[in-house]
Each structure stands twice: as structure tokens, then as C-alpha cells.
């Protein structure tokens, strides 16, 4: 059984001082919850600082970028190795919004799941299409062309794959208020898992899948009720305890009930 996966991505929000004030409320309000795998991937700045104020709480720290190379001359950038020293597990790769502000394409996303898989983190790596796309009915050539663009490599082998975490994030539903229909979303997870399936056999069915896009506390269960969905990617939900708290809750009594 895959583990169920809540994974809050900050984006540029919040300072050192606001992730500790977070920090002092928000493991007690999930107090009650167990069985889910919880990450919240902050600003690098305060990454360091959020691993300590994790330690004895169940939550786990994930970075919103990084580099693929080691160390080196790249201004700017933050490589595997230091995110790995400081205890990070997980990292966002080829999120829309580095895709379309930053220049990413399916290059760089190879290389940096490459990195992370190499350098023992947890990808979770981002894929979607855009309105346009959606509306000539390109969607499943563009999650292809992404999926196989960045897992270009011949067999990463068993243990890298099951590590891998996909978040299907259609780009019109980002920060927009109307997330994918749960159907629509299951179906894409389906057609997601389907081209695992086709490289890895049945490895495909360990890997956990999740949806982003303006998921809150009232819709999350939309999707995660569904068996091709394993938990969701979280933007604006994540930055309330209360509303991250209660989206989480919402999936610990559904899984209960
Ligand atoms: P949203 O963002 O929940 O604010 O729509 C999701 C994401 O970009 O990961």
C-alpha cells in the first residue's frame, strides 16, 4: 500500500521568523493525525532552521529547487549535497512556475531528478499543461513528452523509481481557485501511472502520484479518495496552520472512516 503524501510548497512566502512562528502551532494541530507522510518544502533561507524545529514532530523538510551539480561556479544556486548535509529529504523539481519564469525545460528536470535520485533525496517532480493545451486536447502528449523528458535515462533501477514522487499540476488550476474535477484528476493520475507502467512494469504501481491545484480543506478529499491519487501538492492552503491542518485532518478521517 502506498503511504498517503501532503506536501506544502511555500513558494516565496514566508521569513525565518514566520516559519518558526508556524512551527510553534502547527505540530499540535495535527497532533491526532498518523499514517501520512508529511513535507513542507520552504525557502531555502529558512531550511536549516525548519529541519531543527522538525526534529521529534513527524513532519519531514523538502527544498523548492536546486542545482544538479555537486558544487561549482553557478551563482546563486544550491546543490544536492548541501540540502542532503542539512537533513532536507525532499525537493520540488521542474515546478510550472520555474518552467515558465526560470527557463526550465526537460533537460534540466532530467538532470536535477537525476541529482536528486543520485544524491539519496526524494523528487517530487511536477507535471502539467496549460490552459491552451487542455483546450486542444493535448494534455496527455504534454504529461508524456514531460514524464519520459525528465526520467530520460534507460533504468534508473528499482530502488531510485520507487522513490520518485509525480504531482500532477495542471498549470490553469495553480493559485486560481478551481482546482481539475476529481474524476478528470484521477483520470490523468491513471494515464500517468499507465506510462510508468509501459518503462517499469510493475514498479509503477509503488509510486506515489499526487494532485496540486487549488486543493483546501473542502476539496482535498475530491482526490485523494481516488486510487490512482496519493495525496496532493498545496500552494496557498499550506500557509494557514489551521487550513494545512484541516486539509490534512480531512484526509486522516476519510482514511478512517
Ligand atoms: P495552489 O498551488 O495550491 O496555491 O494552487 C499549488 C502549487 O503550485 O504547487
Not at 11 to 32: V, W
Not at 80 to 87: C, D, V, Y
Not at 155 to 166: A, M, N, S, T
Amino acid at each position: 500500500m502506498r503511504k498517503k503524501l501532503i506536501v506544502a510548497n511555500w513558494k516565496m512566502h514566508k521569513t525565518l521568523a514566520e516559519t518558526e512562528k508556524f512551527m510553534q502551532r502547527f505540530p499540535n494541530e495535527i497532533e491526532e493525525v498518523s499514517g501520512i507522510e508529511i513535507v513542507i518544502c520552504a525557502p531555502f533561507i529558512s531550511l536549516g532552521r525548519l529541519v531543527d524545529l522538525m526534529r521529534g514532530t513527524p513532519l519531514n523538510p523538502g527544498a523548492q529547487n536546486m542545482h544538479w551539480q555537486k558544487e561549482g561556479a553557478y551563482t546563486g544556486e544550491i546543490s544536492p549535497l548541501m540540502l542532503k548535509e542539512i537533513g532536507v529529504k525532499y525537493v520540488i523539481i521542474g515546478h510550472s512556475e520555474r518552467r515558465k519564469y526560470f527557463g526550465e525545460n526537460d533537460v534540466i528536470i532530467n538532470k536535477k531528478t537525476t541529482a536528486a535520485l543520485n544524491n539519496g533525496l526524494i523528487p517530487i517532480l511536477c507535471l502539467g499543461e496549460n490552459l491552451e493545451e487542455r483546450r486542444s486536447k493535448k494534455t496527455e502528449k504534454v504529461l508524456k513528452e514531460q514524464l519520459y523528458g525528465a526520467l530520460d535515462e534507460a533504468d534508473p533501477g528499482e530502488e531510485k523509481l520507487q522513490r520518485i514522487v509525480l504531482a500532477y499540476e495542471p498549470v490553469w488550476a495553480i493559485g486560481t481557485g478551481t482546482p481539475a474535477g476529481g474524476d478528470e484528476a484521477a483520470d490523468v493520475a491513471g494515464y500517468l501511472r499507465s506510462l510508468l507502467n509501459r518503462k517499469w512494469g510493475a514498479l509503477s504501481e509503488k509510486v506515489r502520484i499526487l494532485y496540486g491545484g487549488s486543493v483546501n480543506e473542502d476539496n482535498i478529499t475530491q482526490f485523494t479518495g481516488k486510487k490512482d491519487i496519493d495525496g496532493a501538492l498545496v500552494g496557498g492552503s499550506s500557509l494557514k496552520e489551521s487550513s494545512f491542518a484541516g486539509l490534512i485532518k480531512a484526509v486522516f478521517y476519510e482514511g478512517r472512516s
